[in-house]
């Protein structure tokens, strides 16, 4: 009794591309492989345009080609397959030829070589190079997604050997690192990527008897110059208690940590601006009283002429420094909305209030100028070109070599060039050295000792000017000093227009009704004794003043304050604008900060004579009230 073998498993034809110039020699290889068991589906060619043709299609699993063939050979063929698809297999089948042809048609990368005279090896032959050439595509398309992974993941494997003590890395880690093909590197190639104080965190971490390696924020310098933040994680082993191999990976992480590095300082300037205008309010109220009152006290002491020499010249020093404070808030307020992502300014008071801030810590270490034209304002919000600004004159002064403060200098010009406002900030310190002077913008990259600086501050300000419209760029002489220009574009701004605003007329004769809200009693007191001669009401409160509207009581002026508890100045406004139109046209709003972009923006859509700003003197509260007077 015969055993029967188990059928063959079905499968597609196999697609063989026939390279002959006889059709009777390809039908005879042909019904050779058929006899055999193979399904075939031939293609037969005897060009060699025809050959790459066929080949860059790729509708073939397989080429039987002639050694010899009129105006060509198989090693012809082979360059073509080489070139265009290296891993579909080629078998010749020719008559005899010498072994060293042979040889080099091996070498060349033909799968296999078979005489015509002895076919029946050829079905054994195309059947084992179907299967490897299977292979082979997996193992190319399985290498071919890892490089790609490591491309979008920006990710490299890379190993260590103690004998010989070689670092291999992938292709992967070559092109993260920017570095060339070929031969694995020794560790000095290695440390001298690394930054200064990272071979000893390596050295740190394998210490003992660690069976793995997981360091992140190693700083690093590639093949092409570039500075990096990278994460290396290995496995460690060991033998004798010594490392015989590390093998890991390298992720590039610069991108992640500089964005994570832009957010936290988006976030520190978010609150900063916050906690500028909320410094900025708070002290202008109480700044609003001494102002205020003091020329009213100086006044009466001159009138008094008390028998204290000292009283009068000590009230005019207090009204100066009350002037003083009052000149820090407004320049702290340049801060004050560092989220505005839309704006312009005047580029001379943004500059003036940058310089006047810096100076007091700076004033110390170098002399600092600045010349900008007044009324060139750019497309840009203040608190941008102020940290632009702050970060390069800080970096400025302290580039400056140590040697007294009048020989540093720091300078900012101002100028307008076409459609672009051109800030130059130049100083006579040490400057920045030819090798360094193309990374001095890459993120984290620094020459600061560590604990003085983070890298971003540069990278920082080139992402604030871009994103800006501007361009920044930088100039320097080794011990001649540097020169940082930034071009901003020009704000497309109108004219102000020259018809005034028509106020309607106020009561006759030169008292005036006016009410006060503001939830500061300082504020309401002062406002009093300023207006001892007008029919004054004074509240605390926007629910209180529209109370007093709803009884029907008439004013000439209504002043009212910005930022309240309860309903605020912009509240107010909204529903005296809804409900009592003509008390609405004489109302004027007190601010002493917008501690919120929405009361920011109810502030630039009221026109400017119906806004007070605090601290205000009495001769700008009495100028408010001169527009309402009838004449």
């Known amino acids: 009794m015969s055993e029967a073998y188990p059928p063959r498993p079905v499968r597609s034809p196999t697609r063989i591309l026939f390279v002959e110039d006889s059709p009777d020699d390809s039908a005879l290889v042909l019904r050779q492989l058929e006899r055999d068991g193979l399904g075939v589906v031939p293609c037969r060619v005897d060009t060699l345009a025809d050959v790459e043709r066929e080949v860059e299609e790729g509708a073939h699993d397989l080429v039987v080609t002639d050694f010899r063939l009129p105006g060509f050979t198989a090693l012809d063929v082979l360059e073509i397959v080489a070139s265009r698809d290296p891993d579909l297999p080629v078998i010749v089948v020719s008559g005899t030829v010498g072994e060293e042809v042979a040889t080099e048609l091996m070498r060349r990368g033909a799968r296999d070589f078979v005489l015509k005279n002895a076919l029946t090896r050829l079905a054994a032959a195309v059947e084992r190079e179907l299967g490897e050439s299977q292979v082979r595509r997996s193992e190319r398309r399985s290498a071919q997604v890892l490089l790609q992974t490591q491309a979008i993941t920006r990710t490299g494997g890379w190993e260590w050997r103690r004998r010989p003590s070689e670092l291999f890395c992938t292709e992967g880690a070559q092109r993260l690192l920017d570095a060339p093909d070929g031969q694995p590197w020794s560790v000095d190639v290695l440390r001298e990527r690394l930054a200064p104080g990272q071979l000893e965190r390596f050295i740190g971490a394998l210490a003992g008897e660690a069976d793995s390696l997981d360091l992140s924020d190693v700083r690093v310098t590639s093949f092409g110059g570039r500075d990096l933040l990278v994460r290396v994680i290995a496995r460690v082993e060991r033998r004798g208690g010594r490392i015989q191999r590390l093998t890991g990976i390298v992720h590039d992480e610069t991108e992640r940590r500089q964005l994570e590095a832009s957010v936290r300082q988006s976030d520190r300037l978010v609150a900063m601006g916050t906690i500028a205008a909320g410094v900025a309010h708070e002290i202008n109220n109480p700044l609003t009283h001494l102002v205020a009152s003091l020329p009213m006290v100086l006044e009466a002491a001159h009138r008094w002429a008390p028998p204290d020499p000292d009283l009068v010249p000590s009230l005019v020093e207090c009204v100066a420094a009350t002037q003083r404070i009052a000149a820090v808030v407004r320049d702290l307020k340049v801060f004050s909305q560092a989220e505005e992502t839309a704006g312009q300014c005047d580029l001379a008071e943004v500059v003036g209030s940058v310089i006047a801030l810096l100076g007091v810590d700076l004033k110390h270490a170098a002399a600092i100028q600045h010349d900008v034209r007044p009324g060139l304002v750019v497309g840009v919000p203040a608190a941008r070109v102020a940290q632009v600004l702050t970060n390069l004159v800080i970096n400025a002064v302290q580039a400056m070599p140590r040697r007294r403060a009048a020989a540093n200098r720091v300078a900012v010009a101002g100028r307008e060039e076409g459609d672009r406002a051109v800030v130059r900030v130049t100083d006579n ?191 700008q509260l009495h100028a408010v009230l001169a527009r309402f007077t009838p004449t």
């Open 429 to 619: 310190g040490a400057g920045i050295p030819e090798e360094v002077l193309p990374r001095i913008f890459a993120p984290f990259f620094t020459t600061k000792p560590p604990g003085v600086g983070t890298g971003l501050g540069l990278s920082v300000c080139r992402d604030l000017v871009e994103r800006a419209g501007g361009t920044i760029e930088v100039e320097s002489r080794l011990g001649e000093g540097t020169a940082f220009t930034v071009r901003w574009p020009l704000a497309v701004t109108s004219p102000p227009s020259s018809v005034p605003v028509r106020l309607p007329p106020a009561a006759q004769g030169s008292t005036l009704r006016v009410l006060v809200i503001d939830d500061e009693p300082m504020l309401r007191s002062v406002t009093r004794r300023l207006l001892r001669r007008h029919d004054v009401t004074a509240v605390p409160g926007a629910a209180e003043g529209l109370a007093l509207l709803e009884e029907g009581r008439d004013f000439d002026v209504l002043l009212c304050d910005l930022m309240m508890p309860g309903m605020s100045g912009a509240d107010f406004h909204h529903q005296v604008e809804a409900r009592f139109p003509r008390a609405h046209d004489r109302l004027v709003v007190m601010s002493g900060g917008a501690v919120t972009r929405e009361a920011e923006q109810f502030l630039e859509a009221l026109p400017p004579e119906r806004v007070l700003f605090k601290p205000f003197t009495s001769e």
